[in-house]
């Protein structure tokens, strides 16, 4: 089936400077999306979510752009903590496919990497 | 209000031996999903559970898997006569509602096979 991909595995930044983590999506059917947090050891933490009838929402040092025209999605983090080394998957769902079937489609995650 | 109860944490079987993975979803959710990632790769969706009923089951290998939510009690992922290739960790998440609003996942159990 079609997957949700990402463009790095592996992003490396400056304590401080801001982060953006990109992800590619093939499925146009999909209407809603998700950005997760992994660390080591632990399960998907929800970061911040968007609905295909968005552009862009912001959260608390985040904010997820999504451009429906080249199936692109990304995660801006501000100001990048130490707390914020983790692996990052986006998700991708169509929330009308009946009863939650198929469950999340996620990508492979791109690992972050905060440079003291 | 407790997150969503995954146990054991980590899980040691031998080649042959059955696996049982249990997930307590957050008080208040009657939708459960369990998702399987290997090493260095995203999750992967296995099947979708409300109480008593398997929902979707497309993602779960045709042989050696089994899930279950009962009435009462966790939910219940099984793996019979485990090959190395099961080796993976194990997640569930639970919702409030059918689609993905309110998912909250489990830390998960991590499955070796020796």
């Known amino acids: 089936g079609e997957s949700v991909g990402l463009h790095l595995p592996t992003l490396s930044v400056q304590e401080g400077d801001n982060s953006i983590i990109n992800c590619a999506y093939s499925?146009?059917?999909?209407?809603?999306f998700i950005w997760y947090k992994q660390e080591s050891g632990k399960g998907p933490q929800f970061i911040i979510d968007?609905?295909?009838?968005?552009d862009k929402r912001q959260g608390q040092r985040v904010t997820v752009l999504l451009n429906k025209t080249v199936k692109h999605l990304s995660l801006q983090i501000a100001a990048t903590q130490p707390g914020d080394s983790a692996v990052y998957f986006c998700a991708e769902t169509n929330m009308y496919s009946g009863g939650g079937a198929d469950g999340l489609t996620f990508g492979k995650g791109t690992h972050l990497i905060i440079q003291p | 209000n407790a997150g969503v109860m995954q146990n054991p944490r980590h899980l040691v079987r031998r080649r042959g031996q059955e696996a049982r993975l249990r997930c307590s979803p957050m008080?208040?959710?009657?939708?459960v999903y369990w998702y399987r990632q290997l090493p260095e790769e995203g999750l992967k969706f296995m099947v979708y559970?409300?109480?008593?009923?398997?929902?979707?089951e497309s993602g779960m290998p045709k042989e050696r898997f089994s899930a279950e939510f009962p009435k009462e009690g966790p939910s219940i992922l099984r793996i019979q006569q485990v090959v190395r290739g099961d080796s993976a960790a194990y997640f569930c998440?639970?919702?409030?509602?059918?689609?993905?609003?309110?998912?909250?996942f489990g830390s998960g159990t991590r499955l070796t096979v020796v």
């Open positions: 499925n146009s059917a999909s209407d809603y």
């Open positions: 008080k208040g959710h009657s939708h």
């Open positions: 968007i609905r295909s009838n968005m």
């Open positions: 559970l409300q109480k008593e009923n398997i929902i979707d």
């Open positions: 998440a639970s919702s409030p509602r059918t689609d993905a609003y309110g998912y909250t």
